[in-house]
């Protein structure tokens, strides 16, 4: 079991900014993918970004060019900046890390953009 803490979270209007932390607790699994999701109340959760042992990205279109994912190994933390904030980003905002074992999630941050 891997326990994420998730902060960063808040309310912003449109066009700012906003970083996200996530740190993962100690663990004798090795932790493989990690990632950033979000859900709405009217929508599924879905992937927005995530990162590979060794760096390799991936972007959800709709945060492409905006957000950016990146990972410290040696903290076992990972990170989402996000600029040029919209309304339609605003969601809960869940951290994700993969294991031989299981996935785990954070508890959830929430993120709002409005005027």
């Known amino acids: 079991q891997v326990y994420l803490v998730e902060s960063g979270g808040g309310s912003v209007r449109p066009g700012g900014s906003l970083r996200l932390s996530c740190a993962a607790s100690k663990t004798a699994f090795r932790i493989r993918d990690m990632g950033w999701y979000r859900q709405t109340p009217a929508s599924q959760r879905e992937m927005v970004a995530s990162i590979t042992r060794d760096g390799t990205t991936e972007y959800a279109d709709a945060v492409k060019g905006r957000f950016t994912i990146s990972r410290d190994n040696s903290k076992n933390t990972i990170y989402l900046q996000m600029n040029n904030l919209k309304p339609e980003d605003t969601a809960v905002y869940f951290c994700?890390?993969?294991?031989?074992?299981?996935?785990?999630w954070g508890q959830g941050t929430q993120v709002t953009v409005s005027s």
């Open positions: 994700k890390a993969e294991t031989s074992l299981q996935n785990n």
